[in-house]
């Protein structure tokens, strides 16, 4: 149980175009999903905070109009990079926590999104 | 949340036992120990948590000293497929709905188990 999947697993897009990542838990309800961002070499860094029916919460640095995170349901939550550059380009994550009152709060991953823009 | 320690990287036999240690001397009394790994261009993986007293799951076995300050996790025969990133990470629990239950991950410890 507990799956997080990441639609699609890889893209390459052109400089300037918006690019829409999905996140699904597949087995249960995701009151709160997280979008980290990995570049090469380097340690996850959280993006943002997405609780269902309500606006993400960014973390500091982090540009919300050029990130757009929708999280319209308890099992969907998606990430857009809009007029992505190559500096954009990086290794995308979510993850899902296991919600509900009285339950433990594990976070589960997501296999990631690569993304390269040319 | 509290601060971790680990060694940039380790090496383990396969076949033989993986201890991984993290330092955490700030943490609070109600601060868990969390441990992820990650798997090259994977997403990272939950492995097991504790608050003071030791556990034990499937996967692995997790130490935390009676101070609480540091722990180790034991993968009790390593195979080459625990070649990953490890993750020590300090947290407090949150039981409920809503957000917070950010997961601040370190750089870790490059495990490399070898034949």
């Known amino acids: 149980g507990a799956v997080v999947s990441q639609h699609p697993s890889w893209v390459i897009c052109k400089s300037g175009t918006s690019v829409k990542i999905e996140c699904r838990s597949l087995d249960f309800q995701a009151t709160t999903m997280f979008w980290y961002r990995q570049f090469p070499k380097q340690s996850l860094m959280l993006m943002a905070t997405?609780?269902?029916?309500?606006?993400?919460?960014?973390e500091q640095g982090v540009e919300k109009d050029k990130f757009l995170i929708n999280h319209a349901s308890l099992t969907l939550s998606t990430l857009t990079v809009t007029s992505a550059h190559p500096e954009d380009s990086s290794f995308y994550i979510c993850?899902?926590?296991?919600?509900?009152?009285?339950?433990?709060?594990?976070?589960?991953f997501g296999p990631g999104t690569r993304l390269t823009v040319l | 949340d509290a601060k971790t320690t680990q060694p940039t990287s380790m090496d383990c036999a396969e076949g033989r036992a993986a201890n991984l240690p993290c330092n955490h001397s700030?943490?609070?009394?109600?601060?868990?120990v969390y441990w992820y790994r990650q798997i090259h261009s994977q997403g990272p993986q939950y492995i097991i948590h504790g608050l003071k007293n030791n556990e034990t799951n499937e996967m692995a076995s997790l130490i935390i000293t009676e101070d609480r300050k540091s722990s180790t996790l034991i993968l009790p025969h390593a195979t080459l497929r625990d070649t990953a990133v490890y993750y020590c990470?300090?947290?407090?629990?949150?039981?409920?709905?809503?957000?917070?239950?950010?997961?601040?991950f370190g750089t870790g410890t490059q495990l490399k188990v070898e034949l």
């Open positions: 993850s899902a926590r296991l919600g509900g009152i009285g339950s433990y709060n594990e976070q589960f």
């Open positions: 997405s609780n269902e029916g309500s606006k993400a919460t960014y």
């Open positions: 990470i300090v947290r407090v629990a949150f039981l409920g709905t809503g957000g917070g239950n950010k997961l601040t």
């Open positions: 700030t943490i609070s009394g109600n601060e868990y």
